[in-house]
Structure formats: structure tokens, C-alpha cells
């Protein structure tokens, strides 16, 4: 009953902006070039959620200023894909984008169709109606089975669906998903930083591996498995000196151009070659 409480409390405190920031604060020390994109990201985030979030993503790029080995068109790269990374692909955010769209006048608005697995759609629920509902998919062995939601201007009940979905943002940061997507970035974060330290001739693959992840539904399920398998298999054990890749930043881009497959066979047998080619410690 407790946990009930909180949510109700967190998400009655996020409705009323308590949890918000007056204005967002850019980074001291921000570079110019740097400085435009993240106002577009921040444009971007406090629409995708709330100026808190957007002051996130500032803090979040902050540990960059000054760093050596980040010039401004790594600086600049980073912060456009984080800010994509922190604007997921959900179908809260697809409904946002619906009803962004300018409806042109005597043009039958178009209806979009997409397909969501149903474990996407209970992981964008609060933690504590999602996880239960979880445990019965997999328990039921429906967990990845697909369903198709409409996305509609075309009519009045449409609209006002799209409005509640859109207002469902308002939970999304007390989500599973939520959490989920926090770890990955902060995980593709440190690897970066881990990158400028030991291996500087792989930093802009390993930035750039955060466009492997993409979209909803399997083809986004399948990108963020290949890349834990890349990061567990090549660029963690390269850090930690347990195998010594000559080419790391092209073993990356070789592994990042394998064809996914749902159990990632491919990939797991192309990193067992790069690594087999590789000194180990």
C-alpha cells in the first residue's frame, strides 16, 4: 500500500511541477558550436518530458567540458545523440509526435499503425502495476507476442486519446522502461569516458555506437542486445586489459555491421573471431 502512495504522491508532484526547475542551467565552460545543439536538445527534452529532465541531459554533458581528447565535433556529436537516447521512443512519445503534426485542410489526417510488444507497452507502466503485470506475461509465455495501436487525428475520440497518451508522460520516469533506458545511458556514458582514458583510437566508435539503438518494438530490442554484446565482448575486456585488440575501433564498426538475429548467434560467433584474432591476457 505504501508503494501505491508514493506513486500517487510522485506522480500528483510531477502533474503539479513540484519535481520541476524553474529555467534549465546550461554547463559553464560549454563550447559555442556545443551550445547550439544542446539548446535544440533541451527544446527537445522539456517537450519529450519536463525542464528537469532537460537539466539532466545539461548535467549529464557537463562531464565533457575541458575533458582532453573531446574536441568540439565529438563534443558536438555526443550531445545530439544523447539527446536522442534520452528522447526514447515509446508510445507516449509517438502520440507527442501525432499530435505535433499540422493537420492540413481537406487532407484526410494519416493514421499510423504500429506494433509494440507487450512487454514494451507494461515496462512504460509504473513500476508497480508494470512489474506484476510482467511477471504474468512471462509466466503465460506472452511477454514478446506483438499488438497494434493506432495513432489517430482522423476523429474527435482519436484526438483525445492521443491528449491522454501524450499526458501519460507525467509517469514515465517512475517506469521500468524509464529505469532501463537511465542504466544504458549512463552506461554508454562511462564507456565513452573509459574510451578517452584507454583507448583513444576508439572513442568516436564507441560514441557512435549509441545509434544501434533505435526505434520500438523487436528491431529495438535486438539493437540494445547486439549492444551489450559488443560492449561485453570486445570494448569492456579491451579496457580492462583482459584482451588486446590492435583495431578496436574497427572490430566495433565490424561487429556493429553483423545482421541482427533475435538470439544474436551471428554476432556472438563474429566476436569469437575478433577476440580469437586478439592477444589475451
Same mark, same amino acid.
Given at each position: 500500500?505504501?508503494? @501505491? &502512495?508514493?506513486?500517487?504522491? &510522485? ?12 529555467? *534549465? ?8 558550436? *556545443? ?9 527537445? @527534452? $522539456? ?28 563534443? *558536438? ?41 507487450? %512487454? ?7 513500476? $508497480? ?66 574510451? @578517452? &582514458? ?32 559488443? $560492449? %561485453? ?8 586489459? &583482459? ?36 592477444? *589475451?591476457?
Amino acid at each position: 500500500m505504501s508503494g @501505491l &502512495t508514493n506513486v500517487i504522491r &510522485t506522480t500528483i508532484r510531477e502533474i503539479a511541477g513540484i519535481n520541476d526547475v524553474s529555467a *534549465v542551467s546550461y554547463p559553464i565552460g560549454l563550447p559555442a558550436s *556545443v551550445r547550439e545543439v544542446a539548446e535544440h536538445g533541451v527544446a527537445v @527534452l $522539456i517537450d519529450y518530458q519536463s525542464p528537469a529532465y532537460a537539466q539532466l541531459y545539461c548535467d549529464r554533458l557537463r562531464r565533457f567540458i575541458g575533458k582532453r581528447g573531446v574536441d568540439d565535433a565529438l563534443f *558536438v556529436e555526443i550531445a545530439g545523440l544523447l539527446m536522442v537516447r534520452m528522447s526514447y521512443l515509446d508510445p507516449i512519445r509517438i502520440a507527442q509526435l501525432k499530435l505535433h503534426e499540422p493537420m492540413t485542410p481537406g487532407r484526410k489526417p494519416v493514421v499510423d499503425k504500429r506494433r509494440f510488444r507487450l %512487454d514494451e507497452l507494461v515496462s512504460s507502466l509504473p513500476d $508497480i502495476v508494470g512489474k506484476p503485470a510482467m511477471r504474468v506475461l512471462e509466466r503465460i509465455y506472452c511477454a514478446h507476442r506483438t499488438v497494434a495501436i493506432r495513432f489517430s487525428k482522423s476523429s474527435f475520440v482519436g484526438i483525445k486519446r492521443l491528449e491522454f497518451e501524450a499526458w501519460l508522460r507525467h509517469w514515465r520516469r517512475l517506469s521500468t522502461r524509464y529505469e532501463m533506458e537511465r542504466v544504458w545511458v549512463e552506461r554508454w556514458l562511462h564507456m565513452i569516458d573509459r574510451a @578517452l &582514458t584507454m583507448r583513444p583510437d576508439a572513442v568516436v566508435s564507441v560514441v557512435r555506437s549509441a545509434t544501434m539503438i533505435e526505434g520500438y518494438g523487436s528491431g529495438y530490442r535486438h539493437g540494445m542486445a547486439a549492444w551489450h554484446q559488443i $560492449i %561485453d565482448g570486445l570494448v569492456k575486456p579491451s579496457f580492462d586489459g &583482459t584482451i588486446d585488440v590492435a583495431d578496436l575501433s574497427g572490430a566495433i564498426e565490424r561487429a556493429r555491421a553483423i545482421p541482427r538475429d533475435p538470439k544474436g548467434e551471428q554476432l556472438r560467433k563474429a566476436i569469437g573471431e575478433i577476440r580469437g584474432h586478439a592477444l *589475451v591476457h
